[in-house]
Nanobody, 115 residues
Framework: QVQLVESGGGLVQPGGSLRLSCAAS????????VGWYRQAPGKQRESVAV???????NYADSVKGRFTISRDNAKNTVYLQMNSLKPEDTAVYYC?????????WGQGTQVTVSS
């Protein structure tokens, strides 16, 4: 059982930045994959950024060049640095982890981009 706790969401103006953090209950480098998903009102949950087992990074086209995913093994934490935020980035952001073919999710953190 992997527990994930997100933090760092909030209200930000367009063009602003936020950094989301996801504290995991175990070594993030031992997991098959870690990443971030988001779900806007009335829409399906979508992948934002993922680090698979090979350590590469995969981003949704809509966030490439603006968002950066990283992980810190010493802190068992996964980060999502979000820059140049747009109103369409407004959503609940969920931390994701995969271990032994099972998916785990955090409780979500709200990000609202509005002037």
């Amino acid at each position: 059982q992997v527990q994930l706790v997100e933090s760092g969401g909030g209200l930000v103006q367009p063009g602003g930045s936020l950094r989301l953090s996801c504290a995991a209950s175990e070594n993030v480098f031992s997991l098959s994959a870690v990443g971030w998903y988001r779900q806007a009102p009335g829409k399906q949950r979508e992948s934002v950024a993922v680090i698979p087992s090979d350590g590469s990074t995969n981003y949704a086209d809509s966030v490439k060049g603006r968002f950066t995913i990283s992980r810190d093994n010493a802190k068992n934490t996964v980060y999502l640095q979000m820059n140049s935020l747009k109103p369409e980035d407004t959503a609940v952001y969920y931390c994701y982890a995969r271990k032994l073919w099972k998916n785990y999710w955090g409780q979500g953190t709200q990000v609202t981009v509005s002037s």
